[in-house]
Each structure stands twice: as structure tokens, then as C-alpha cells.
């Protein structure tokens, strides 16, 4: 099954920044439209950005204004540019394809953000 592989979580406080990352095996990447959610501790996951293959991109409400999301097709990686981090930010953080999607990966294992007030 293709793998997707976050990465670039950690402990940040309040007001920081954080880089994360994510790669996908397989050379359809590119066709995709691509997606970041997060799933913090009694919550559901919830999509909070995501690219289409031609580089248009939606945020939540929540993020927007603070997060960008990027993709490097030739790389079959994806990007989440997190500031000015809030404790509520504090959740583990999973890409994919957006709901609805024709295709999804398997989940892949997340990468932890943990923001200290």
C-alpha cells in the first residue's frame, strides 16, 4: 500500500513556528489535490488546509491566516509552514487526500505538535 510520512512536529511554545512535512511513495502524487488535517486528544480529525494539483489553496477558519500549505511535485512532498502557534494548535497532524476524494492513502503514523502556553 503507498505510504505517506509526516514529519516535523514537536514542542513549541505559544507564538512559535513549525515546519512540517509530508512525503507520499508513488509517481500519481501530482494529480492529487492534497490535504493536511490534525486530531487533537477527544476530537475528531479535522481537515484544516489543502492544494490542488494546480496550486490552489483553502484553509480553515482556524489556521487560515497563519498556516500555508505548499507542494514540491517533483519531490512527491507536501508542506505545513505552522506560525504564530496557539496551544489549541496542539494535536497530531496527518495528510492525505481531502474528504471526498476518489483516492485516499492509508494513513500514515501523524507527526505530534504540542504548543506550550
Known amino acids: 500500500q503507498v505510504q505517506l510520512v509526516e514529519s516535523g512536529g514537536g514542542l513549541v511554545q505559544a507564538g512559535g513556528s513549525l515546519r512540517l512535512s509530508c512525503a507520499a511513495e508513488?509517481?500519481?502524487?501530482?494529480?492529487?489535490?492534497m490535504a493536511w488535517y490534525r486530531q487533537a486528544p477527544g476530537k475528531q480529525r479535522e481537515l484544516i488546509a489543502y492544494?490542488?494539483?494546480?496550486?490552489?489553496?483553502t484553509y480553515a477558519d482556524s489556521v487560515k491566516g497563519r498556516f500555508t500549505i505548499s507542494r514540491d511535485n517533483a519531490k512527491n512532498a507536501m508542506y505545513l509552514q505552522m506560525n504564530s502557534l496557539k496551544p489549541e494548535d496542539t494535536a497530531v497532524y496527518y495528510c492525505?487526500?481531502?474528504?471526498?476524494?476518489?483516492?485516499?492513502?492509508?494513513w500514515g503514523q501523524g507527526t505530534q505538535v504540542t504548543v506550550s502556553s
Open positions: 492525505n487526500t481531502p474528504y471526498g476524494s476518489s483516492f485516499h492513502y492509508a
Open positions: 508513488g509517481s500519481t502524487f501530482s494529480i492529487y489535490a
Open positions: 492544494i490542488t494539483s494546480d496550486f490552489s489553496t
